[in-house]
DNA sequence: TTGAAAGCGCTACCAG
DNA sequence: CTGGTAGCGCTTTCAA
């Protein structure tokens, strides 16, 4: 005899308690609006009696599929995920879904075990707004027919749509901006360089700053994603001796941890220093000085991606050509200018 | 014939493949280590080469419960729950139990929505970091014998444990220390007043002025929790006319929102009044000027929490007394002095 | 308007 | 070492 951590009732519990059998007790809880008022007054007021909750395992047995969606995020700490995770989801709700949410910690083994996780709940569909990727994994996505939606990598086939940023446009519209400051030695702060997307945005600063100020000097630095990484990349780079006059930030959280930084050293921002961040977080506005960034709007993210899956599941439930829902979205990132920067100092600054 | 939205195999298919019962599929699948070599190997290759992956509704149907725990938080937004959630989840995963968590938004019947979802899905435990609660909950919850953890607030019975963090003790020692500084026009800034922990907060802050300097003047305000809401309730206070030489916040976000808004109308921190926060997040020491907080230590809160949800199970296994588990644990916050506080003005500040 | 019963995919027991 | 098979709790025909 197998333990039972909770002792909760089943259907046939409740069936015997109203007197009536476990496909009327199903019918009343399911308000299939066949069944007799008396009747289902009696199962509702036995259910309510015995403390019942639907084994939500076996509705999904039967249904072969459940009315959940996964959504995996690389760091769900950093508000930008936090954000578009937030809009999936009240998308999502509001069309009675639910949502399950997994953190990969921009760890590829990790992504690969979550979905795995998720493909075995048989969830509804599958989104993944992560940096990381992993070669077999869209193989196995594809296999699977299951409608998936990726944020910033992978690229679309049959049931997978991807939309994306377009980090190039936006990039260039800040290196344009500081260079039209007069900035000429500018430093990118990024992590995990070996991601995809996060090489992509330092790869397109490089080439800006390359087109955009060819006299320019430019030097890459990386930490972790998160303030202390800023921080610590900050420190690597003033201490590599290079003396920027602007510093671009992969996303603000990473710039309100270089902001730190310098301001610890006395080091003056946009006066020394200009710094610009990436995304237009709600903290972008709030730290001192108000950061200069490129805003994405996770709102609209969040909701495309939703609508996506959605597109998906239909053209498969009506048997469209296989293609029908996979598209790939493009979304403009808009230049905010707040405190952050400003005109290029004349003299090197101090270290 | 029902729609299946992703044709996932399943383990006859995997047995046919590899000329082999359902039995030995599952055997090999879960390691049950009598399997030929040859059999075990033509079993892998199959489900490999099939896609498959195991139905976990099936499987937690079987077992009665899945090896899931429940978290639910007030307000994932907020790095001290994310932090108390990140703590709870990676000593979860160390003993190979996966978590799903829902966002409450500080909404009871959200957090009563959410744990019923939860109970359907058979979890093993659930753990809720909220400061709502609701009245029938309790009932419910102890009549389901699932073990359960309240973070501040409910009470304990003989599945459900408490952990509280002794707020009027951090309370006091942030009013005295601010008492010692000379400050004696004190405001406390906090959000959701109806809610337990919340009140308790406030009129822990009354209680403490009144008793450490009896005749200081003190007033209470509140907007949402975050960054937005510590703004507004500052833009709130300094509207009513009342002049404090200390803001108290609730916790350390919304303390950022209030330093926001004290920069913009050009009142300086901590030299024309002092602000102090709650928790200790990683921000506290990322703002400017870092913040004087108290810590609360998140890591040992998710541990502990995780350790009474097992202690629970087993108890329950076991067939312990019915209240082996039950237990209330006190956690004591620490002051930590930043930059933020300093000696109370002489003279009123200009609104 | 209701009941009986056939599964959904998997595990675990009992035989062999 | 392997196969047959009885459920786990629920939904959904098919009959009554």
Same mark, same amino acid.
């Given at each position: 005899m197998r333990a039972k951590p909770a002792d909760l009732k089943n259907l046939n519990a409740v069936a015997r308690r109203a007197r009536v059998s476990t496909a009327t007790v199903s019918r009343v809880l399911n308000n299939i609006n066949v069944v007799k008022n008396s009747t289902r007054l009696r199962v509702l007021k036995a259910a309510e009696a015995l403390n019942y909750h639907p084994n939500l395992h076996a509705r999904s047995l039967v249904h072969g599929t459940s009315r959940t969606l996964g959504i995996l995020v690389s760091n769900l700490?950093?508000?930008?995920?936090?954000?578009?995770?937030?809009?999936?989801?009240?998308?999502?709700?509001?069309?009675?879904?639910?949502?399950?949410?997994?953190?990969?910690?921009?760890?590829?083994?990790?992504?690969?075990?979550?979905?795995?996780?998720?493909?075995?709940?048989?969830?509804a569909g599958l989104a993944a707004i992560v940096s990381e990727m992993d070669s077999q994994l869209m193989r196995m996505l594809t296999g699977s027919r299951m409608p998936v939606v990726f944020y910033d990598v992978g690229v679309p086939s049959p049931n997978i749509s991807v939309v994306r940023v377009d980090y190039r446009k936006g990039m260039k519209k800040i290196v344009e901006y500081l260079a039209a400051l007069?900035? /000429? @030695?500018?430093?990118? =702060?990024?992590?995990?360089?070996? +991601?995809?997307?996060?090489?992509?945005?330092? #790869?397109?600063? %490089?080439?800006?700053?390359?087109?955009?100020?060819?006299? /320019? @000097?430019?030097?890459? =630095?990386?930490?972790?994603?998160? +303030?202390?990484?800023?921080?610590?990349?900050? #420190?690597?780079? %003033?201490?590599?001796?290079?003396?920027?006059?602007?510093?671009?930030?992969?996303?603000?959280?990473?710039?309100?941890?270089? +902001?730190?930084?310098?301001?610890?050293?006395?080091?003056?921002?946009?006066?020394?220093?200009?710094?610009?961040?990436?995304?237009?977080?709600?903290?972008?506005?709030f730290c001192s000085p108000a950061l200069t960034t490129a805003h994405i709007p996770r709102e609209l993210i969040g909701r495309t991606i939703f609508e996506q899956l959605m597109a998906a599941s239909h053209g498969a439930a009506k048997r469209q050509a296989p293609d029908a829902a996979a598209r790939e979205t493009l979304i403009d990132p808009e230049l905010v200018v707040r405190e952050s920067t400003a005109v290029a100092p004349k003299a090197p600054v101090a270290g």
């Open positions: 700490e950093n508000p930008f995920f936090f954000d578009v995770y937030r809009a999936l989801e009240s998308a999502a709700r509001a069309r009675s879904y639910e949502v399950v949410v997994a953190n990969t910690d921009y760890r590829s083994e990790q992504l690969v075990a979550s979905i795995r996780l998720m493909m075995g709940w048989r969830v007069g900035h /000429s @030695r500018m430093a990118f =702060v990024g992590h995990h360089s070996s +991601l995809g997307p996060i090489s992509e945005r330092r #790869r397109t600063f %490089l080439d800006t700053v390359q087109r955009c100020s060819p006299r /320019s @000097r430019a030097q890459v =630095v990386a930490g972790a994603d998160g +303030l202390e990484g800023g921080r610590q990349a900050a #420190r690597e780079l %003033l201490a590599s001796g290079f003396r920027p006059t602007a510093i671009l930030c992969v996303n603000d959280i990473m710039a309100v941890g270089v +902001l730190r930084e310098l301001r610890d050293r006395g080091i003056r921002v946009p006066e020394d220093v200009s710094v610009t961040g990436f995304d237009n977080i709600r903290l972008a506005e």
